[in-house]
């Protein structure tokens, strides 16, 4: 554990862009979902596969896509 500290400064429009940042990622990852309520994705055709290598090295699904 770690007594560390940092302060930050935060400006109304950075607490605004995180905002909408988060709610356009919530509104995509829901755009996949065929019935939101109960988390039944749509159709595999529905999802892109990533190939840049950068990207999909981060990725915690790549064994998904791996298939």
Known sequence: MSDQKAE???TEGEIRDTSSYIKGSVADMKSLLLDVDNNV???EKFFKKIED?????KC???KICDL
Do not use: Q
């Open 53 to 57: 290598e950068r990207t999909r090295y």
């Open 60 to 62: 915690n699904f790549k």
């Open 41 to 43: 994705p749509k159709d």
């Open 8 to 10: 930050f400064t935060i």
